[in-house]
C-alpha cells in the first residue's frame, strides 16, 4: 500500500485542544506544518496496515500554542493503521505522555511526479 500524498490533518489533544494543518507524505518521511509549527519526521508501514511515526514539531513563528501545550519545540510518538484514502493516528508528547493527542489525515491530492 502506498500512502505517498498530500494530506488534510485535524489535531486534538486529550485537553481539548484543536487544531489543522497540512501534511505531506514520501518515500518515508513525512513534511507539514499550520500557521505556527513546522513538522518533519519518518514512518514505518507493518505488513498489516499498521503504522508508526516520529514526528518532530517546532515552532517558527513565537506563538506557542500547540494543541498539546505551549511547547518550543516537541516530538511526538504516533501509531495508527493507515489506509490510501486517510487514517487515524494517536500519541503523546515524548519524555511528556501526559500530553495526548489524535490525528485525523485525510487525503486530498496527489503528489506531482517528476
Known amino acids: ?30 513534511h507539514g506544518g499550520d500557521l505556527n509549527y513546522l513538522y518533519k519526521g519518518k514512518y514505518k508501514l507493518d505488513d498489516k496496515g499498521g ?3 516520529t514526528v518532530d514539531v517546532d515552532n517558527y513563528s513565537g506563538l506557542k500554542n500547540a494543541v498539546v501545550g ?23 508528547v515524548e519524555e511528556h505522555p501526559k500530553y495526548m493527542i489524535q490525528i485525523d489525515l485525510i487525503r486530498i491530492s496527489d503528489l506531482v511526479d517528476q
Not at 11 to 26: E, L, T, W
Not at 75 to 85: N, S, V
Open 1 to 30: 500500500m502506498t500512502i505517498r500524498g498530500v494530506y488534510s490533518a485535524l489535531f486534538k489533544s486529550n485537553h481539548n485542544q484543536v487544531g489543522a494543518g497540512i501534511v505531506v507524505i514520501d518515500g518515508a518521511t513525512l
Open 51 to 53: 503504522i508508526a511515526a
Open 70 to 92: 505551549p511547547f518550543q519545540s516537541f516530538r511526538l510518538t504516533l501509531k495508527g493503521i493507515a489506509a490510501p484514502h486517510g487514517f487515524a493516528l494517536s500519541g503523546a
